[in-house]
């Protein structure tokens, strides 16, 4: 009798690994997969999410590339924040050429947000507040030094000419906090993300966006926003989400998975779905993605670097 497991194609039994714990980004990423490719039955059966949290993704990389490589039907899913974590080297002694990307299915993007009532309306009005008196224009951001929403205020405070390291920054648990210490007037910047404040406002926070970091304006709620490259600063941070399988998974199988995330991203019930997850269209898929997520890395390694941070070479 012939092994069913060494027959077993791409998609039988799928499992989605997600880094981190239920309920945040890594989980609505391995669900919009799990909805999605049932839904569109480009699966049988429901795919199985499991939990793998510790260091934004690095516990999940090292177990894929060092114990995993080769399973076929495992994907993981990553996020901007995984690739600016790659290029500090929190990923331990692996790179962003250790493992094969497959998809990059949404994405979001950094935001510029300041309370309701603030009199700061707009980068302008930031870089005047801040250019009068650096000490009281307090950032704060999800994270510690080094994390994603640090680094958009960073790079946000060094094109309104502010050194980043001279930036009075509170680092909070996540957006949640931060926009609460926002409306309580405890900082008067956050650099968050716009789907988290289009939620936010949405469930009644007195917030407001004044800059969004994408290359164009977001359509939907969004629309009225100005980016910051037409508010004279040079600051985009696209956050995308996507997959990526093991180094040792066979070029058939993984042709397998890229043709069928491109066939799914191609209908309108997967569209509706990523726009439910408060994400906006971003689809890419294989060699394509796989030289853009090197180009991400390299850039998040030079500013990184340029701020004074570690890196990997």
């Known amino acids: 009798m012939t092994s069913g497991i060494a027959q077993a194609g791409p998609l039988d039994k799928t499992e989605c690994i997600a880094p981190a714990k239920p309920g945040g980004g890594f989980d609505l990423t391995c669900k ?13 059966d429901p795919m199985r999410v499991t939990y793998m949290p510790g260091g934004i993704g690095a516990v999940a990389y090292n177990t894929v590339v060092a114990q995993r490589p080769a399973e076929n039907n495992t994907i993981v899913a990553f996020s901007g924040g995984s690739l600016l974590n790659l ?28 309370a309701e009532k603030s009199p700061i309306k707009s980068l302008q009005d930031l870089v005047a507040a801040i250019k009068a008196d650096p ?20 790079l946000t405070a060094k094109a309104a000419g502010l050194d980043p ?3 009075r ?10 926009s609460t210490a926002l409306q309580g007037g405890h900082v008067q910047v956050y650099s968050g993300d716009a789907s988290e404040a289009e939620e936010q406002i949405k469930a009644g926070a007195k917030i407001r966006v004044i800059a969004v970091l994408a290359d164009k304006r977001l359509k939907g709620k969004m629309a009225d926003v100005p980016t910051a490259k037409e508010q004279g600063m040079d600051v985009e941070w696209p956050i995308i989400r996507g ?30 779905l990523r726009a ?13 993605l796989d030289a853009y997520i090197k180009q991400r890395v390299g850039v998040y390694r030079k500013v990184a670097g340029d701020l004074g941070l570690n890196v990997t070479k």
């Open 276 to 288: 439910e997850r408060g994400l906006f269209p971003f689809s890419m898929t294989g060699a394509e």
């Open 32 to 44: 919009l997969a799990q909805t999605g490719l049932l839904n569109g039955k480009f699966i049988s």
């Open 243 to 272: 997959f990526y399988v093991g180094p040792k998974v066979s070029d058939a199988d993984y042709k397998v998975w890229v043709d069928t995330f491109n066939k799914m991203m191609a209908t309108p019930e997967f569209a509706k």
């Open 87 to 114: 290029a500090q080297g929190k990923f331990g002694r692996y790179k962003e050429t250790d493992v094969r990307w497959v998809a990059g299915v949404g994405t979001d993007y950094g935001a510029v947000i300041v």
């Open 135 to 154: 000490t009281k224009v307090v950032f704060g951001a999800g994270g510690t030094v080094g994390s994603q929403d640090w680094m958009k205020a960073a």
């Open 165 to 167: 390291r001279k930036m």
């Open 169 to 178: 920054f509170v680092a909070f648990e996540g957006g949640g906090e931060a």
